[in-house]
């Protein structure tokens, strides 16, 4: 692992932009490359439970930490991952999306291989990122892998938005002259801000958020739970979508309900590094919300709060008006 690889090179440029952690799936095809990331010891792999909590994971940490990166595999992992990546790219956000992919021998064999859809051209998953991501690097060769990761990471953090990268489940473990052991920094142009646009900005959002009633919901809460994390998570439960109700009501839109606070406690499976409660009324969320940052600071806390199905605010039945209007307009004459 200490020689200079493909995977070791890398993961060295990760650590180096001021990734941490890499959120990740594992798979056939990135298993050796995971191996690497695991071994670099500026870098965390944390498992999720599926591809797209790991890309909104990665999301989530490229907000608050300028950049973020998920590592899942060929197709069946990186179809799954997608809707995450167009998210982050809609959102300019500088994220990595490492997969790995077929042996580079399987390329140009006409080969068909597992983890497709059935059709010997492999290039499905990268015409997918082209619409959203800003670079891809398919890496099936050493020759010019060291020029395309790098190209890619760089053109990541200048653009402000998510790129691609295929490494051919093959390379990771090779060394190669090109991956020097202390890689050359990226010489980039430090993006400057405006401190007292971005101060209102600030004060603006959390005035906004301070007076806005909105349901946070969870996914992966093993790996929150595994990891350590001592969160306060609330689930909006109103027995169904409701902004679709506001849109066009009708019985799809009435969802069976779970038992979540179960299903928490299920997951749990009598670790003790959590708590859950059920709030119906303003009475009960104070106490709950009082026992989450005392008693149970320590817990990854879930507090499900019941509410009707019509507490909704005027601006959303104003918008769901709105958006009624415009959906149903009659198709223009021909």
Same mark, same amino acid.
């Given at each position: 692992?200490?020689?200079?690889?493909? &995977?070791?090179? =890398?993961?060295?440029?990760?650590?180096?932009?001021?990734?941490?952690?890499?959120?990740?799936?594992?798979?056939? *095809?990135?298993?050796?490359?995971?191996?690497? =990331?695991?071994?670099?010891? &500026?870098?965390?792999?944390? %498992?999720?439970?599926?591809?797209? $909590?790991?890309?909104?994971?990665?999301?989530?940490?490229?907000?608050?930490?300028?950049?973020?990166?998920?590592?899942?595999?060929?197709?069946?992992?990186? =179809?799954?991952?997608?809707?995450?990546?167009?998210?982050?790219?809609?959102?300019?956000?500088?994220? /990595?999306?490492?997969? %790995?992919?077929?042996?580079?021998?399987? !390329? &140009?064999?006409?080969?068909?291989?597992?983890?497709?859809?059935?059709?010997?051209? *492999?290039?499905?998953?990268?015409?997918?990122?082209?619409?959203?991501?800003?670079?891809?690097?398919?890496?099936?060769?050493?020759?010019?892998?060291?020029?395309?990761?790098?190209?890619?990471?760089?053109?990541?953090?200048?653009?402000?938005?998510?790129?691609?990268?295929?490494?051919?489940?093959?390379?990771?473990? /090779?060394?190669?002259?090109?991956?020097?052991?202390?890689?050359?920094?990226?010489?980039?142009?430090?993006?400057?801000?405006?401190?007292?646009?971005?101060?209102?900005?600030?004060?603006?959002?959390?005035? !906004?958020?301070?007076?806005?009633?909105?349901?946070?919901?969870?996914?992966?809460?093993?790996?929150?739970?595994?990891?350590?994390?001592?969160?306060? /998570?609330?689930?909006?439960?109103?027995?169904?979508?409701?902004?679709?109700?506001?849109?066009?009501?009708?019985?799809? $839109?009435? /969802?069976?309900?779970?038992?979540?606070?179960?299903?928490?406690?299920?997951?749990?499976?009598?670790?003790?590094? +959590?708590?859950?409660?059920?709030?119906?009324?303003?009475?009960? =969320?104070?106490?709950?919300?009082?026992?989450?940052? %005392?008693?149970?600071?320590?817990?990854?806390? *879930?507090?499900?709060?019941?509410?009707?199905?019509?507490?909704?605010?005027?601006?959303?039945?104003?918008?769901?008006?709105?958006? +009624?209007?415009? $959906?149903?307009?009659?198709?223009?004459?021909?």
């Amino acid at each position: 692992m200490g020689e200079a690889t493909l &995977g070791h090179h =890398l993961a060295r440029r990760l650590v180096e932009i001021g990734v941490e952690d890499v959120f990740a799936v594992p798979g056939d *095809f990135n298993l050796t490359l995971l191996d690497h =990331l695991i071994a670099e010891p &500026g870098l965390r792999l944390v %498992g999720c439970c599926n591809e797209l $909590n790991a890309g909104y994971a990665a999301d989530g940490y490229a907000r608050a930490r300028g950049v973020g990166a998920c590592a899942v595999t060929f197709t069946v992992g990186g =179809l799954s991952l997608l809707n995450a990546i167009a998210g982050a790219y809609s959102e300019n956000l500088p994220l /990595i999306c490492i997969v %790995g992919g077929p042996n580079s021998n399987d !390329f &140009g064999t006409n080969r068909i291989l597992h983890h497709t859809i059935g059709l010997p051209d *492999f290039s499905q998953e990268l015409r997918c990122f082209q619409t959203v991501t800003c670079y891809q690097a398919v890496v099936n060769n050493l020759e010019d892998a060291h020029e395309q990761i790098d190209t890619a990471i760089s053109t990541a953090l200048k653009e402000s938005k998510p790129v691609y990268i295929s490494i051919s489940c093959n390379l990771a473990a /090779i060394p190669h002259p090109t991956f020097s052991h202390e890689p050359v920094p990226f010489s980039l142009s430090p993006r400057l801000s405006n401190k007292m646009g971005l101060e209102a900005a600030v004060e603006a959002a959390a005035e !906004f958020l301070n007076k806005a009633v909105k349901p946070v919901t969870a996914q992966d809460v093993s790996t929150m739970l595994r990891c350590g994390q001592k969160s306060i /998570i609330f689930l909006i439960n109103n027995g169904g979508y409701t902004i679709e109700v506001e849109i066009h009501d009708g019985p799809y $839109n009435v /969802i069976k309900n779970w038992n979540y606070t179960g299903l928490v406690d299920a997951i749990d499976n009598g670790s003790g590094k +959590s708590w859950t409660m059920k709030v119906r009324c303003e009475e009960e =969320l104070v106490e709950a919300i009082q026992t989450a940052m %005392g008693p149970k600071k320590d817990c990854l806390c *879930f507090i499900e709060v019941i509410v009707h199905k019509d507490d909704t605010s005027k601006e959303l039945l104003e918008w769901g008006s709105r958006v +009624s209007a415009a $959906n149903s307009r009659s198709p223009n004459p021909q």
